[in-house]
């Protein structure tokens, strides 16, 4: 059976269980792995960048923050709240900023652009804290859930289960056309640039451009998972446009395996399991972020390929 076929094969597998999950599940749990669908996307999407560009970012919480304050700006000006107006002010907002953070941070490599990233994160995050009147600043923005709507087909409230199937289709349908824009030839130049940059600009191809359409591209998927948590939430909240989301994402990426996509999101699932069940454990009196990242370095020291690393290796003795 060809390598084709065992991938397939087990995606099937996996949206199975996905599918029927919220079936099953009680309804904190069904909304706690929606939201590990929706990590998971924001994972894959700096992946982009980190595993087959080599271009570690630290700005993707504004990225993933805008998409969330773009959506709830949509849901708050247009009446009723409009599900498709969100997703697209949403990836408005975020493809505007990464079109701004990839004009200036592409010029740099390495340890440059990553600081450079981190700062234009930053930078939102204070024109977003600090603009109260439109933002709602510390507060942040309440907003109603809004219904799924086929114009002159279909409209419903969401539910849980339903919002959970929604997420799982447009996490899956992103995941799907990232493995598909990957393998093709602009997926091939990305991974070039990563091996050898001197040598991909040396054979003719325009490493900046390529650098810029990959941070858009990552921006936009990152923009997507926000308005997917702001819709499941119904709030958008500075604290999600702080450095510390990026520091997340790029922890989702070493823990699954970078350069991968579906290695980001099974880091997300294990991060946040982790962290649901360390916080449950100790509670308020010991700071359960300490074993937790006992936990990340150990991982990182026995683990480096991460999680569909190790899997791999062992799966294939």
């Known amino acids: 059976m060809s390598h084709t076929a065992v991938f397939w094969i087990g995606f099937s597998v996996v949206m199975a269980l996905l599918i029927i999950a919220p079936l099953v599940l009680p309804e904190y749990w069904r909304r706690f792995l929606t939201e590990i669908l929706i990590w998971g996307l924001l994972a894959m999407s700096s992946d982009i960048l980190i595993g087959y560009t080599g271009m570690v970012s630290f700005g993707h919480s504004a990225f993933f923050g805008l998409g969330m304050y773009g959506a709830a700006a949509a849901l708050l000006i247009v009446s009723p709240p409009n599900l498709w107006f969100a997703i697209l002010f949403g990836l408005g907002g975020a493809a505007g900023a990464a079109l701004f953070v990839a004009y200036f941070s592409t010029r740099l490599r390495d ?8 700062i234009f994160s930053q930078i939102f995050y204070v024109i977003i804290f600090t603009w109260t009147e439109v ?3 510390e507060n942040g923005l309440i907003f109603s859930r809004p219904h799924f709507t086929i114009p002159f087909l279909y409209d419903t409230r969401f539910s849980t289960a339903t919002l959970h199937w929604f997420v799982l289709a447009v996490v899956a349908g992103s995941y799907v056309l990232l493995r598909r824009i990957m393998q093709s030839p602009f997926g091939m130049v990305l ?20 650098k ?11 923009g997507l998972a ?3 948590y702001a819709v499941q939430n119904q709030f958008a909240a500075a604290e999600f446009v702080f450095f510390t989301t990026s520091g997340d994402t790029v922890i989702f990426n070493v823990m699954g395996g970078i350069g991968t996509l579906v290695g980001p999101i099974i880091g997300a699932g294990f991060f946040q399991l982790i ?8 509670g308020d009196q010991f700071p359960y972020l300490i074993p937790l990242g006992v936990i990340f370095i150990v991982m990182i020291i026995f683990l480096p390929q991460g999680l ?8 294939n003795r």
């Open 191 to 210: 991974q070039s640039i990563r091996e050898n940059e001197a040598r991909t600009r040396a054979i003719g191809y325009p490493v900046e451009r390529y």
């Open 135 to 137: 933002t709602g600043g």
């Open 308 to 315: 569909l690393g190790f899997a791999r290796r062992w799966l």
């Open 111 to 118: 340890i440059y652009f990553a600081i450079t990233t981190l």
């Open 275 to 282: 962290r649901e069940l360390l916080s449950r454990i100790f």
């Open 226 to 228: 926000g308005v997917l």
């Open 212 to 222: 810029i359409v990959a941070v858009m591209l990552s921006g936009l998927f990152a």
